[in-house]
């Protein structure tokens, strides 16, 4: 979490601020919220509740900022029972799968299922273990509190394909989750999972890419090589008018930013966990979210060149019912004590860094996204980081850092019901992300915060998924992804700079002011993949997934092509 400790004497106004706000928050006379934890992103729910929303069986779901409490999710489940008429048979059964697990009312019944539930026969414990029922290991629920216990584990296996079938490596973890209510305002959520990995070990990071910033990964000080995750955060919700949501979160949470399908070019969802103080109001047709989060740089075993910084995000929202949404949001990241400057989410970041002498790195963003059309959206985003407008003149510049990004969802697609089509495009120019010093790139452990190509690229993404019942669902895709890289000599010195890599900035004098897009060695990636998901009973999964990449090397005349294929089990009672 953001050390409030290390703030300096001259920031206690923040701290009286923040009580101020605490305490109005907490005797404000909204409708009490009885269920104010959030739900995990990686929770099916998330994918049903879009679909919907695309069909224009929901409102639009302002996922720019796509966590949700279990209230919000409640209630726009209940929305879709009142149509359930016109789903297909497929999302019909979809649907009584999440108001079972959901509805407050199918609890402690015969629809869910309870590992420590001592009022049933012992013998249902193992008989009830692999049935359809909606899973958790205990639940407590009075009129003040709530609790959901949670057991997770996880075991993949992968082998490489090709000519390197003997390689393979195993990752197994496991471990709890504690979420939910309590005093009915108060949303709550501790997680911890711990996991090992053998075999090979670029391997093991093709298949969790989330490995590359877990430190005791990194670290690999112990005889087996392991890894940890953790989440933890309080939150308090409140809905002060019918409809409207007013939210407080402190902590640490698996988050998105901004729009995207492939991925986001504002925080993608991959990046490290952020520890965040975040605020979000939701009235009318009006949105509003801040965010102030910190993080690290990159690891090194020399602790005393590690480093935190921090990152600031707003966003600003209007709602057109049955048309649009259009939106426009900031970010910054700085890399010392925490600044007051940033803390309010009524402000021009661009200005404030200006007074502040200009020593962050300043995102600026506007997007949209359509719902006048039932089953087809259309969503976009057009991103500058720093200020292009005063090189408008010559869009080669180095200076001009932006980023372009694309696409359309259409559901039932063709014609066919449960038939899902994706596709998106995505631009980034030289330098996006980087910054005249290394230590405030947008990045965290030294991984990209936003799109995951980087600058000096583009892609088209195109996927596409089908539901072959409830528990089936069979996922095909696509991705071309060209980039110029920079050019380095044969001891790996940097010789010429095309701006392909976010840590390495421009250097003035020595690298080119005019910087063409995709300038440097050219490479092209074919990247196919195939994701076989079965639920073959409530909260037990199995995962079949094949994913090959064929690159060419276009400047250097090189090419090859790199597979692999990894079985997963998941569990998540």
């Not at 935190?308 to 949404?325: G, W």
């Amino acid at each position: 979490m953001i050390n409030l400790i290390q703030l300096t004497k001259s920031d206690n106004s923040f701290k009286r601020g923040f009580l101020l706000l605490f305490l109005i928050l907490l005797f404000s006379s909204g409708k009490v919220f009885s269920q104010a934890e959030n739900i995990p992103l990686n929770n099916e729910v998330y994918d049903f509740l879009k679909e919907q929303s695309i069909k224009g069986n929901l409102p639009s779901l302002n996922d720019a900022n796509p966590n949700k409490t279990r209230f919000e999710i409640e209630r726009w489940l209940r929305e879709i029972e009142r149509v359930k008429n016109q789903l297909s048979e497929t999302d019909r059964n979809r649907l009584e799968k999440f108001a079972n697990e959901f509805f407050p009312e199918n609890l402690e019944t015969e629809k869910s299922y309870e590992l420590f539930d001592f009022n049933r026969p012992f013998v249902k414990v193992f008989t009830d273990f692999y049935s359809d029922k909606s899973k958790n290991v205990y639940v407590y629920k009075d009129e003040n509190a709530n609790i959901y216990m949670e057991g997770v584990g996880y075991f993949t296996y992968t082998g490489e394909t090709g000519e390197k079938r003997n390689r393979q490596a195993l990752l197994y973890d496991g471990g709890f989750r504690f979420m939910g209510t309590v005093f009915n305002h108060f949303g709550y959520n501790v997680s911890v999972i711990k996991g090992g990995a053998n075999g090979y070990h670029p391997l093991q990071l093709q298949t969790d890419p989330r490995l590359t910033y877990s430190f005791k990964y990194n670290e690999n000080l112990e005889p087996i090589k392991n890894y940890d995750f953790t989440q933890g955060y309080i939150q308090y919700v409140s809905e002060p008018a019918q409809g409207s949501v007013l939210a407080v979160q402190l902590g640490r949470e698996t988050t998105r930013y901004g729009y995207g399908y492939s991925n986001s070019l504002i925080l993608s969802g991959e990046q490290p966990d952020l520890d965040f103080v975040k605020f979000r109001m939701n009235y009318g047709y009006f949105s509003l979210t801040s965010m102030h989060a910190s993080t690290v740089g990159r690891f090194s075993v020399d602790r005393s060149k590690n480093y935190t910084k921090y990152l600031a995000f707003h966003r600003l929202q209007l709602s057109f019912p049955d048309l649009f949404d259009i939106g426009v949001g900031e970010a910054t990241v700085y890399s010392r004590q925490l600044d007051m400057a940033y803390l309010t989410p009524l402000s021009f970041f661009k200005f404030l860094e200006l007074s502040l002498q200009d020593r962050d790195n300043n995102l600026f963003w506007a997007d949209f996204q359509t719902h006048f059309i039932p089953g087809f959206e259309i969503q976009g985003t057009f991103l500058m980081d720093e200020d292009i407008l005063s090189n408008l003149g010559d869009l080669n510049r180095f200076s001009n850092k932006i980023a372009l990004q694309g696409g359309f969802w259409w559901t039932s697609a063709l014609g066919v019901p449960d038939l899902n089509l994706i596709m998106e495009y995505t631009l980034i120019r030289p330098y996006v992300y980087s910054h005249l010093d290394s230590v405030n790139t947008y990045s965290a452990y030294g991984f990209p915060l936003g799109h995951r190509i980087g600058p000096n690229s583009d892609e088209l993404m195109t996927r596409l998924f089908y539901y072959l019942n409830s528990s089936v669902k069979l996922t095909l895709e696509h991705r071309l992804v060209r980039s110029g890289e920079n050019t380095y000599d044969n001891s790996g010195k940097l010789n010429t700079n095309y701006g392909g890599d976010l840590f390495e900035p421009i250097r003035l004098p020595g690298d080119p002011e005019r910087v063409f897009f995709l300038d440097g060695n050219r490479r092209r990636l074919n990247k196919w993949k195939i994701d076989l998901k079965y639920e073959f009973s409530r909260n037990n999964y199995l995962n079949w997934v094949y994913d090959l990449t064929d690159e060419v090397r276009i400047t250097e005349k090189k090419s090859g092509s790199y597979g692999f294929s990894y079985i997963k089990y998941t569990i998540e009672y």
